[in-house]
């Protein structure tokens, strides 16, 4: 008797929202109200040098969602060399250089190149190092 009104207070106890579902629909319309709330549109893995791995006995780069270690091969081409911010593959057609950041050039400006003295302004006055630098002290 007891495990039938278990059985019945169970079937008879409203479900509970799920307190971990967002609020919004993020199936971007792709059916409606009847449509699954376990989809999530996937967008495609970016193509490239996505990051570079050195450590003191290892070198990596990931490259199109695959990890290539130093000496490996992806596709063709053999991982040959491992820089910070660039990697080097060779195949028989040559060599060619990926960046992790094709379009950041890294410039010294005229204040760091001159931090071993004070630099003078056009007033003929001088900064202090940190001032020269973005003003942080």
Known sequence: MALLMCALQVAAAESLPDPTRPSIDLNYGTG???????????EPAPQGLQSIIIA???RAAIINGETVSLGGKLGDS????VRESSVVLQNAHGRRVMELFPKVSIKKNETVQQMSGAPVKASGQTNPPEQAVGGVK
Do not use: N, Q
């Open 32 to 42: 409606g109200a009847d449509s699954t709330a376990d989809t999530v549109p996937v």
């Open 56 to 58: 003191p006995h290892y």
């Open 78 to 81: 053999r991982l040959v060399e």
